[in-house]
């Protein structure tokens, strides 16, 4: 299931942002806040931009702001309360002020970029992300956003299988499920 390769790689980033700058769990571990606030940044931005530059500290703060905002609308998806996971893009939107731009870089074809007027980095990618994330909740795919369903793990995912049934953040958490499921049976995996 793909958006657009622009959009993917939008989407990506925003779970990218989600997964290593909010705490919480992960594959039934704590996942507290990031020591190296700029290298979890920067891997998140890799998520989706594997060639992506390193972020500064100052920037990494601030896509960790954003990337607590865009954790609302993962959280509010999961639980089907798609008009607050609405909401939420809808201010991202509004703040950042979200602009199309048509953009060729990188030997790669013209595609939309979406920027606010602030040219900051943490700006343009919630900007970005908010966009993405907004393609996804107009369209009939939102319930391809989600919180890995594995206990003891809330890191985020977008499906893009092509039957739409993921529910964990990778194949970790759901050999982790699958070996819990096993021994709760008296098997062995």
């Not at 989407?11 to 507290?32: H, K, Q, W, Y």
Request: net charge negative; charged share 25%.
């Amino acid at each position: 299931m793909d958006f657009n390769s622009h959009a993917d790689a939008i989407v990506r980033v925003a779970t990218g942002l989600v997964n290593e700058l909010t705490p919480g769990e992960r594959r039934g571990r704590s996942f507290p806040p990031p020591r190296d606030l700029a290298a979890a940044a920067t891997e998140g931005l890799r998520t989706g931009y594997p060639s992506h530059r390193e972020v500064t500290e100052v920037e990494a703060g601030e896509l960790a702001e954003i990337a607590a905002r865009l954790r609302v609308v993962f959280d509010a998806l999961t639980t089907g309360d798609v008009d607050a996971a609405a909401s939420q893009v809808n201010d991202l939107l509004e703040e950042t002020r979200a602009r199309p731009m048509l953009e060729r870089h990188d030997g790669e074809p013209w595609h939309l970029h979406f920027h606010g007027p602030g040219g900051t980095v943490a700006g343009d990618w919630a900007a970005s992300c908010a966009t993405g994330l907004a393609i996804v909740l107009g369209s009939e795919y939102h319930d391809r956003l989600g919180v890995c369903t594995a206990p003891h793990c809330d890191r985020v995912y977008v499906d893009v299988s092509r039957n739409g049934t993921r529910r964990f953040c990778g194949t970790a958490c759901q050999n982790r499920v699958k070996t819990a499921a096993f021994r709760s049976r008296g098997k062995a995996p």
